[in-house]
């Protein structure tokens, strides 16, 4: 293996994952430069929690590549408590932080939303909101499922049982898709006419809201939705870099 600048693979990220096309909740790049400008160990994780830093620190990792980094908008700006501590032990190793947010969400090909849709079988990717240039949520084709054995594959998959909110149908052959917190997006999915809806959280009105639609829901979980595209991120870095890449998952239940 080699090692690469870290300017050069976040130059390239940013530019592979178009991330200037995006409005987000927080910065997408590079978050933390703690001065080690070679790669040769890149960490790759959901979360840029303690338990993941620890993890770099134990591997001897040089950067860490998160879904959901740090400096949201609305957050305090200090770097005091949780987030002090988090930061002042990455550059004390030596461990640079790069994030992407939207962008790894919308990628058509190692996206959030289109890996997830492969493992659960669902084709033909279409925009879940056509007027935007690039579109957070999907659409996607099944063939005719029951939701009983959509409930399984999801279980199976995920190593999860999804929460499903029925609405009496039968079958699915149109569903929409945005993993994370896109629980809101249900009422696009319905406007779409897609039969079913799937995302990572739930709200306590998304319940009424499918119920009164007549849309199916499937919570899978924030954490278990967001797995595979920064994992699948990091195999296409490896593979095109030749660098080390690792994927640490954080056991997280929510």
């Keep these: 293996m080699t090692a690469i600048h870290i300017n050069q693979l976040t130059e390239w990220c940013n530019q592979y ?12 790049g590079l978050q933390i430069d703690a001065g080690v400008e070679n790669i040769d160990l890149l960490v790759t994780g959901v979360t840029a929690c303690d338990a993941l830093i620890d993890e770099a620190i134990a591997r001897k990792a040089q950067a860490i590549m998160v879904h959901h980094g740090y400096f949201w908008k609305g957050e305090d700006p200090r770097l ?19 994030a992407y947010h939207l962008p790894l969400d919308a990628h058509a090909e190692i996206g959030n939303n289109a890996q997830l849709a492969k493992i ?4 033909d990717i279409q925009p879940l909101y056509p007027e ?10 099944a063939d005719n499922i029951t939701p009983q054995d959509f409930c399984n594959k999801i279980e199976e998959k995920l190593q999860r049982k999804p929460l499903h909110i029925s609405s009496g149908k039968t079958h699915f052959n149109k569903i929409g898709l945005c993993t994370g917190a896109g629980q809101d997006m249900i009422e696009q999915a319905k406007l779409m006419g897609c039969d079913a809806f799937i995302s990572g959280e739930i709200s306590e009105r ?24 920064i ?4 195999e296409v870095i490896q593979e095109k870099f030749a660098i080390n890449v690792e994927f640490v998952n954080i056991d997280n239940p929510v």
């Design 17 to 28: 994952l178009e991330i200037e096309q995006f409005s987000d909740y927080a910065p997408n």
């Design 80 to 98: 005091i408590g949780m987030k002090g501590k988090r930061i002042r032990k990455l550059m004390q190793h030596g461990i640079s932080l790069i």
């Design 120 to 123: 659960l079988d669902l084709t």
């Design 132 to 141: 935007q240039k690039r579109s957070i949520g999907n659409i996607f084709t």
């Design 206 to 229: 998304t319940t009424h809201t499918a119920r009164e639609l007549g849309i199916d829901y499937f919570a899978c979980g924030h954490h278990a939705t967001e797995i595979c595209g």
């Design 231 to 234: 994992k699948k991120l990091g």
